[in-house]
């Protein structure tokens, strides 16, 4: 997705983007689960997207959208609007539990639909300008976030 600007050659771009490989995959599964009708199942990888998101965000909210702001102050709002819309459905299957909202199901896949374009325009607008615009220091606030934070996925 995103090898095309070298920006993967920095680590923090190289694990965010790892993190959005891994959303992806597990975006594969809650298809195959809400095809088979399986709320449960829904429930369980919805929890599993949510542990690898909540690092992941952080990082960004805390490090790369804080640089970026100043220059693309709408872009980043409204990044950061979707991660609360995101956030809230998802946050639905908290605590191991399945939601009885029958709606869930379809909201929960409506909300993957904007995770996967709000992936893209990460991949494909964000990380290149911020390989385009951070400073070394702002890159250092960025990393801290992620040392901060850590991540859920190991390498």
């Given amino acids: ?8 050659a920095l680590e923090t771009i190289d694990e965010l983007t790892h993190e959005h490989d891994e959303v992806v995959r597990l975006i594969s599964h809650l ?12 429930a369980e990888v919805a929890q599993e997207i949510a542990r690898v998101l909540g690092p992941h965000t952080r990082v960004e909210e805390h490090g790369l959208f804080p640089a970026l702001a100043g220059d693309f102050p709408d872009q980043i709002a409204a990044l950061e609007a979707e991660h609360r819309r995101i956030g809230a459905v998802l946050a639905e299957a908290v605590n191991g539990t399945t939601p009885v909202d029958p709606t869930w199901p379809d909201r929960l896949m409506e ?24 400073s070394t220091e702002q890159w250092e606030a960025v990393e801290a976030a992620r040392a901060e934070v850590g991540g859920a996925l190991s390498r």
């Fill in 1 to 8: 997705m995103c090898e095309y600007c070298g920006c993967q």
């Fill in 31 to 42: 298809r195959r689960a809400h095809q088979e009708g399986g709320v449960a199942r829904m």
């Fill in 111 to 134: 909300a993957m639909a904007l995770l996967r374009d709000h992936i893209l325009k990460e991949q494909d607008g964000v990380f290149p300008a911020a390989l385009a615009n951070l």
